[in-house]
């Protein structure tokens, strides 16, 4: 019983992480960039902090500005 409840847990996590995997970039048009080359790829630099494409991890420096030319 316990092992069938974990197997499904298990499941759905993997589950739910494909669909969040394979999401159209249309659909994360409003979240930061996993990182600068993908940022780049799409012609986006200097990224200001109160940009939705913004994330800390994108800024090396802390100034506020992600993925500098």
């Known amino acids: 019983m316990i092992r069938n409840i974990i ?3 298990l499941l759905a996590t993997l589950v739910s992480a494909g669909f969040a995997a394979g999401a159209s970039p249309i659909a ?8 600068c080359s993908e940022a780049r790829a799409n012609g986006d630099t200097n ?3 109160d940009s939705p494409h913004y994330g800390p991890h994108l800024d090396r ?3 506020g500005v992600g993925c500098e030319s």
């Not at 994360?28 to 996993?34: G, I, L, M, V």
């Open 47 to 49: 990224i200001p902090y």
């Open 7 to 9: 197997r499904g847990m």
């Open 28 to 35: 994360n048009a409003q979240q930061p960039y996993r990182n």
């Open 61 to 63: 420096d802390n100034d």
